[in-house]
């Protein structure tokens, strides 16, 4: 069976950064990216609050909002969330290849 991956480049600008906060703007993504990501971030306790929005379904930018708590930075909290993500799509793809 052949696997291949596929390899996107998402323009980010900062718009502000802080030690708990960081917002940003996303180019070229829309809810796909971004409703996992918060719903990840908002299971977290060190996550005040995340959120974004698209400016509009045509442009596809999407402001992104989140406010840690408990002094870890905000980068490494949205690493950590993408990690847990890749590691359930890997469990959920292991599951569809070991299931025949």
């Known amino acids: ?56 379904p045509l442009t596809q930018n999407v402001r992104f909002r989140i406010k840690t708590k408990g002094g870890k930075p905000p980068l490494d909290v949205i690493k950590d969330a993408v990690n847990a993500i890749l590691k359930d799509i890997e469990e959920l793809e292991n599951g569809f290849l070991h299931s025949s």
Request: no cysteine; aromatic share 14%; hydrophobic share 50%.
């Open 1 to 56: 069976m052949l696997l291949f991956h596929i390899v996107f480049v998402i323009k980010i600008s900062i718009v502000r950064a802080e030690d708990n906060y960081l917002e940003a703007v996303v180019q070229g993504e829309t809810y796909t990216l971004f409703a996992p990501l918060i719903e990840y971030l908002l299971k977290r306790p060190d996550v005040e609050y995340a959120m974004y929005d698209v400016d509009h």
